[in-house]
């Protein structure tokens, strides 16, 4: 079955650039995904990249996929302390509008 | 244009007990899907509805039940509540089957005593 698998925890300092990686199994995902949470929060849409694609820019947000080693990455450019958060990857790997998970990286943006 | 709006937003309810959730998807969204949250198991799908009919379920027992309208508005009921059962519960809202885009709604805390 698909899993998706993310490391737990990530601390930067204010103002420098956070790598959050994801690994997943399916290769027959379809589209990508990177969602934020804050505490006692739902899911913010961040960003997603289909499958045929290899990079996607959206502001401060750069998504790299290598679908060859099936890893996706997230860059945060300037990391704020706004940005501190949960990040989840997810795939959606068929007609419907499942997702998979990965287990969410704890991010703390250090002052 | 609202976004995903879930009703409950807390909930407590002791063993042996039934809840019903309350989704109201993104105007003109067809599609709705639920999901568990937990410490332990992360987020999990439970079901997704398309037009009134269910098209997605993930590996849950069948306590847990849903349905959806003709307005879209879904609704998620678990029977027999266990004290595993305590999770955030959450919708998300997508304009189609396959849709490149789905919008979560903030959850339904659920705590069973």
């Known amino acids: 079955g698909e899993d998706v698998e993310q490391s737990l925890f990530l601390s930067v300092r204010e103002g420098d650039s956070s790598v959050i990686n994801c690994t997943y199994t399916?290769?027959?995902?379809?589209?990508l995904y990177w969602y934020k949470q804050e505490p006692g929060a739902g899911l913010q849409l961040l960003t997603y990249i289909f499958s045929n694609m290899d990079m996607k820019q959206d502001q401060r947000l750069t998504v790299l996929l290598n679908k060859k080693d099936k890893h996706l990455s997230l860059r945060i450019a300037d990391t704020q302390t706004g940005d501190s958060a949960i990040y989840f990857c997810?795939?959606?790997?068929?007609?419907?509008?499942?997702?998979?998970f990965g287990g969410g990286t704890r991010l703390m943006v250090k002052p | 244009k609202a976004g995903v709006t879930q009703t409950p937003r807390y909930l407590i309810k002791t063993r042996g007990q039934q809840v019903t959730l309350s989704c109201s998807p993104i105007s003109g969204h067809r599609s709705v899907s639920w999901y568990q949250q937990t410490p332990g198991q992360g987020l999990q799908f439970l079901f997704e509805?398309?037009?009134?009919?269910?098209?997605n379920k993930g590996n849950f027992p069948g306590r847990f039940s849903g349905r959806q309208f003709s307005n879209s508005r879904s609704e998620m009921n678990v029977s027999t509540l266990e004290l595993g059962d305590s999770a955030l519960y959450l919708c998300?809202?997508?304009?189609?089957?396959?849709?490149?885009?789905?919008?979560f709604g903030p959850g339904t805390r659920l705590t069973v005593l």
């Open positions: 509805y398309f037009s009134e009919t269910q098209r």
């Open positions: 997810a795939e959606n790997n068929n007609a419907g509008n499942m997702l998979t």
């Open positions: 998300a809202s997508s304009s189609s089957m396959g849709s490149n885009e789905q919008f």
């Open positions: 399916d290769s027959s995902s379809t589209y």
